[in-house]
């Protein structure tokens, strides 16, 4: 079973900029980003699609960017002018499916830990 490793999370000011990385230890179909902050439910952040389809949250407004290195097996996500309301954790997901709801949790089978990403004013 595949197994996921993020790495890259920790604190920047508001306007800032991170980039996280997903190391995937197995093969895929899908990989994702989704985000949990404290009390709110875990929201879709990105995902891109074995044939190279890029989806983004609503939120994202053109702030991150998903890529993905089939070479090193891995996924950044390169996140600019970052906000408070970005803060949370964020983890790294993979997905058996080629199409259909790309934000839907459930659709995904295999998580990471999560890395903490902390945006401040």
């Not at 895929?28 to 949250?57: C, D, H, M």
């Not at 097996?73 to 949370?88: A, H, I, R, W």
């Amino acid at each position: 079973q595949v197994q996921l490793r993020e790495s890259g999370g920790g604190s920047v000011q508001a306007g800032g900029s991170m980039r996280l990385s997903c190391v995937a230890s197995g093969p895929y179909v899908s990989i994702g980003w989704f985000r949990q902050a404290p009390a709110r439910e875990r929201e879709a952040v990105a995902v891109v699609t074995k044939n190279g389809n890029l989806e983004y949250g609503h939120f994202v407004e053109g702030r991150f960017t998903i890529s993905k290195d089939s070479v090193r097996n891995k996924v950044d996500l390169q996140m600019n002018n970052l906000s408070l309301e970005d803060t949370g954790m964020y983890y790294c997901a993979v997905g058996r499916w080629y199409t259909g709801p790309w934000n839907r949790a459930d659709r995904y089978h295999t998580w990471g830990r999560g890395t903490q990403v902390t945006v401040s004013s």
